[in-house]
């Protein structure tokens, strides 16, 4: 893929060094304060420069940006370095036993003389 990318790039270089050989043409460009006076060819590539260098470099920066942050994510999810085990551990202390309170009873208590039906 990086083949493809350089590939292209000497490619577009190329062509625009063609471009810019090739047409003499020569125009003039009233900035005010002072006249320009060059080929067509470098108005033509100087303009695509002017407004492709601005434009890669916020997607250079932002793309830096999110790869910093990506970076930064992939950090925090990464579990912690256990630590290794000493040679002669000391046993950790068994847990004391629990004690289970008796649970309340579900009915309330009735009284003998209901409870007989008289």
């Known amino acids: 893929m990086q083949f493809i990318k350089i590939l292209f790039w000497v490619l577009l270089l190329v062509a625009t060094f063609i471009f810019w050989w090739t047409n003499e043409a020569r125009a003039s460009l009233d900035l005010g304060a002072a006249i320009v006076e ?37 950090n925090a999810a990464r579990p912690a370095a256990v630590p290794t085990a000493a040679p002669n551990p000391t046993p950790a202390p068994a847990p004391a036993p629990k004690t289970v309170a008796e649970p309340a009873p579900a009915v309330s208590p009735v009284d003998s003389e209901k409870a007989t039906g008289a």
């Open 38 to 74: 060059a080929r067509v060819s470098t108005f033509v590539v100087g303009a695509f420069l002017l407004g492709f260098v601005p434009t890669w470099l916020l997607l250079r920066g932002s793309k830096w940006r999110l790869l910093r942050r990506i970076k930064t994510l992939e």
